[in-house]
């Protein structure tokens, strides 16, 4: 799997939007761009991912750089309830198989009130 | 429907014991995999299995090892543990054709004495 660059740590108002920025000069063309993250005292959860074009669901925003270099993450809105590590992560479609995730160091957010 | 759950949550072991963690996936998903979270190693994957055959396995000494049932259920023992076992242990199920992403369980913490 490529790697992924992320900084160690990041602050934000609350309700104020938040982007985590993540590299990953080594991308595939076949890499979709995953991000995980993990709330304290929990197991990870799933955040959002995408290929090529920006995705939007009822977590986050993605938005992915035409040369796929780079990605960010958006909180529209940045509550204390999304305080927690946020990982990127890159992924190989290996057919049906979800494969394993490549965890690094990711992103600590801190939200403050 | 019902999150992965993962039995029990927490546990404590003396060194050169075994031990069996359990992992009930999400109703309908066929896929398992376990992960390994340390504070010095960060998230580290152990091994996926689906339709009762391991299809992907990390990089864990023999002592670890894991099983999955015909209802999807998933085991994964520890045997000789080591002080360096103890960890949080994670399951995550994933259900194919969903864009991959794994759904994670609470996670069973070992400690080991």
């Known amino acids: 799997d490529a790697k992924t660059t992320q900084p160690n740590s990041m602050e934000s108002n609350e309700e104020e939007p938040v982007h985590l920025p993540c590299n990953h000069s080594t991308i595939s063309g076949t890499d979709y761009i995953h991000w995980y993250r993990q709330l304290p005292s929990q197991g990870p959860e799933y955040v959002i991912h995408g290929l090529t074009s920006n995705v939007n669901n009822r977590m986050a925003s993605l938005a992915i750089a035409e040369d796929r270099k780079s990605s960010t993450l958006i909180l529209h809105r940045a509550t204390l309830r999304d305080a927690a590590v946020y990982y990127c992560?890159?992924?190989?479609?290996?057919?049906?198989?979800?494969?394993?995730?490549?965890f690094g160091k990711g992103t600590k957010l801190s939200v403050k009130p | 429907k019902a999150g992965v759950t993962q039995t029990p949550r927490y546990l404590i072991k003396t060194r050169g014991q075994q031990v069996t963690l359990s992992c009930s996936p999400i109703s309908g998903h066929r896929s398992v995999s376990w992960y390994q979270q340390t504070p010095g190693q960060g998230l580290q994957f152990l091994f996926e299995?689906?339709?009762?055959?391991?299809?992907n396995k990390g990089n864990f000494p023999g002592r670890f090892s894991g099983r999955q049932f015909s209802n999807s259920r998933s085991e994964m023992n520890v045997s000789t543990l080591e002080l360096g076992d103890s960890a949080l242990y994670l399951c995550a199920s994933s259900a194919l054709g969903q864009g991959n992403e794994q759904y994670f369980g609470p996670g069973t913490r070992l400690t080991v004495t």
């Open positions: 299995y689906f339709s009762e055959t391991q299809r």
């Open positions: 992560i890159l992924r190989y479609p290996v057919g049906g198989s979800q494969g394993n995730l490549i």
